[in-house]
């Protein structure tokens, strides 16, 4: 007989853990997340979980390193309460785009943060659209990555008449193609140059773009510097419309200020992260709900049936 399951929601996404309750028709586990006078995290269980399935839910968004030392925590005190199993459901994987040394005597921070979730005691990690699918390596347990794409093509479905998917840089070409196939459209390259982080410029266009609707897809919209230089370049060679579908609304710096003085037509984000009160409020900005696709891959995982087939 399958053992119980409960979600355990830290603070970084309250109303993400609520509707994935919903949807597997749970109430949310009693947890109490909060902090000591000089800062440190302080975690207190307050029921039962002994021979339980936990789902830790807690994207490592900002402020990422609160967020991060949360997640250690909830994971190590459902380790010492006795959990059968423990699942760190992370939305936004925060570090990711540290995965690699590109440069002498910089760190792999992706990795460092992939250990410390394990030392904790995750028995599996559940994470949506990794900006590097290579992260899954840095586990030694396993890893369940889910994909925004389908949530994305059912908002988008009728929506444009001459659709053409463009991938903002070369790194995103495999899920960007992966996305035109669903839409049924071609597909455009913007050849990117980044002289330094949360810098860009756009060199060139791969692809015909002139009175294209243009669907800009991505993982993560950081300062929103890339992507509106990226609908600039698109307009100017002629597009009809330029709009964006990114996963993971970081949106910190000048992001809202940039979007709103952009010509980006829509930019559409799921709640894997919160959006603030100003972006909430930008007229461009739609955001789409991925609690039942993450409630699914709980229930699949705890049923020990495929969640790969919910991409087929």
Known sequence: MNSRVIVFGGNANPELNAEICRHLNIEPGKISVGSFSDGETRVRIDENVRGADVYVLQPTCAPGNQHLMEALVMIDACRRASARKITLVAPYFGYARQERKDSPRAPITAKLVAQLMETAGIDRLLTLELHNSAIQGFFQCPVDHLFAKDVFARYFSGRLDHPVVVSPDAGGVERSRAFAKLLRSNLAIIDKRRPMANESAVMHIIGEVKGKDCLILDDIVDTAGSLTNAASALLAEGAKSVRAAITHPVLSGPAIERIRNSRLEELVVTNSIPLSHDAKNLRQIRQVS?????AEAVQRI???????????
Do not use: G, K, R, Y
């Open 290 to 294: 991925i609690a039942h696709l993450i």
């Open 302 to 312: 705890h049923d020990c049936t495929s969640v790969s087939s919910l991409f087929s």
